[in-house]
């Protein structure tokens, strides 16, 4: 056999045979197969079963739980064994989009949950990177399709937006550069809304296990009867 199979086979973590992997790394090894199968599994029932929008609020907490136990840099870890497991096993499309709608912020939160750092922080960051996920699975889809998608959005809400004012009795409607400007403002508001429940909800999950999701708000810590 291989000298480097053969060096596995007795222990060789290193190539080295006889020197055994350290206990933590075969954990992080162990833990990190069976989250990223846990959220692989969890993605693809969701899709199967068209119930996606429910099953994404569970999808951040086997990245979350990875940064927990191992530490900061764990996170993108799993992040990719779950794409390259959901390429395998359901093609890269769907790998893509479990990448950057959800895996990618969730990375992020779990990195930063495991930091100790404020809300404040983890919160814009988890915003930020949800924004640049769902923007890029909009170029992806563009290519795939052919189509700028971004335009074709921006000339619908034109339309709408034309519509409307004729309903009103207005003239016209804005410039395409503000509603370009508008458009990009409510998709940051809705990440930074949709991230700040996900630290609401998974404040208490992670205390319930015994973790701390980060550094909630003063206020937030004397309402919640768990105290985040």
């Given at each position: 056999?291989?000298?480097?199979?053969?060096?596995?086979?007795?222990?060789?973590?290193?190539?080295?045979?006889?020197?055994?992997?350290?206990?933590?790394r075969v954990e992080q090894l162990v833990e990190g197969s069976m989250l990223a199968a846990l959220s692989g599994l969890v993605y693809f029932l969701g899709t199967l079963l068209r119930v996606e929008g429910y099953a994404a609020y569970l999808l951040p907490l086997p990245l979350a739980l990875m940064a927990q136990r191992h530490g900061p840099e764990a996170a993108p870890r799993a992040l990719t064994s779950t794409a390259l497991l959901l390429g395998v096993l359901v093609g890269p499309m769907k790998a893509l989009n479990y990448l950057f709608v959800h895996g990618l912020y969730s990375a992020v939160m779990g990195a930063e949950?495991?930091?100790?750092?404020?809300?404040?922080?983890?919160?814009?960051?988890?915003?930020?990177?949800?924004?640049?996920?769902?923007?890029?699975?909009?170029?992806?889809?563009?290519?795939?399709?052919?189509?700028?998608?971004?335009?074709?959005?921006?000339?619908?809400?034109?339309?709408?937006?034309?519509?409307?004012?004729?309903?009103?009795?207005?003239?016209?409607?804005?410039?395409?550069?503000?509603?370009?400007?508008?458009?990009?403002?409510?998709?940051?508001?809705?990440?930074?809304?949709?991230?700040?429940?996900?630290?609401?909800?998974?404040?208490?999950?992670?205390?319930?296990l015994g973790y701390q999701c980060g550094r909630a708000p003063a206020f937030m810590r004397k309402m919640s009867p768990q105290g985040y």
């Open positions: 056999p291989h000298p480097a199979w053969a060096a596995a086979a007795a222990g060789g973590g290193n190539g080295r045979p006889g020197e055994a992997w350290p206990q933590a949950w495991a930091r100790g750092a404020p809300w404040a922080r983890s919160v814009m960051l988890g915003a930020v990177a949800r924004a640049v996920g769902i923007l890029c699975s909009l170029g992806v889809s563009s290519v795939l399709v052919n189509e700028n998608l971004f335009t074709l959005l921006l000339a619908n809400v034109e339309g709408l937006l034309y519509q409307l004012a004729g309903l009103v009795g207005a003239n016209g409607a804005p410039p395409a550069s503000v509603v370009g400007v508008a458009i990009a403002a409510l998709m940051m508001l809705h990440c930074v809304t949709y991230v700040l429940l996900i630290h609401m909800l998974y404040g208490s999950i992670l205390q319930a």
